[in-house]
């Protein structure tokens, strides 16, 4: 914890306009932890793990993970977000509450990506599509780190070339080259449960399509910690970290470089999923 106050504290310096961003990232941050504390999975079979890697499909699709019982801590999560935020409380809170009864369903639909019927039926003014889909995510996250802790040492990423991430299945949202000794491998970071993985760097993880040489990608003059890489195929890009010397995590390395996707964005590229 102590690391990522020191990082924080450096954050602030560099970002102070997102001061108030990385109080809420600490404050969710620990009650997250502390509700991850309280998760048990039963005990998993490497080699159901093994095939289901194999079969390309995500490992969730099998987990019988129990999405009841969530409301409390969606419910803790949207006091935080509040407590950091501008947001309208009280009109906000009515809309929540609205919604709570269909929470599991909702939830449901957000993790097995079953499109967004439910989630759109309660958007509204006092509860924006951005602002639901952060609490969805932030309640799921937990739970979904603590899977991917269970299954990882199981999982072959060698048998896993797929965009999706091979534990929840949800796309990317961010990238990373990294240095190994044959050079830069390249690494997606999944937008809901954190996992990395190796991915090739000439497919794009999106439409999976394969380039002959390095896919395209922008570059700025004075940052020489992110570049973008974009498909012309799909039109979506995705933000890479080429240098992550402070070793941040990649929802602080996200929050911080958000002037690269407008870049982007101004260019025409869709951002399909954000850490
Ligand atoms: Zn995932
Ligand atoms: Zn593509």
Known sequence: ?????????????????????????????????????????????????????????????????????????????????????????????????????????????????????????????????????????????PLLEKYSTCVISSIDFDSWERGCCPVCGHPPGLAELRKSPSGRQRYLFCSLCHTSWPFQRLKCPFCEKLEEKETEYLSFPDEENYRVDVCNSCNSFIKTVINNNAELPPVLLDWSSQYVDDTAIQKGYKRVASM
């Open 1 to 141: 914890m102590n690391d990522v106050q020191d990082n924080i504290d450096k954050l602030k310096v560099e970002n102070v306009h997102l001061s108030a961003y990385y109080d809420m990232y600490l404050a969710l941050k620990e009650l997250q932890d502390t509700y991850k504390e309280k998760i048990q999975f039963s005990s998993f079979n490497d080699d159901e793990i093994r095939q289901q890697i194999l079969a390309g499909k995500p490992l969730i699709l099998n987990s019988g993970i129990d999405l009841s019982g969530m409301t409390t801590f969606l419910m803790d999560i949207f006091k935080v977000y509040a407590q950091f935020t501008s947001l309208k409380t009280d009109e906000a809170l009515t809309a929540i509450e609205k919604l709570t009864p269909d929470l599991p369903e909702i939830l449901e639909e957000f993790l097995y990506l079953k499109g967004d019927t439910l989630i759109k039926a309660h958007v509204s003014d006092s509860l924006p599509d951005e602002i639901l889909i952060f609490l969805i995510k932030n309640t799921l996250t």
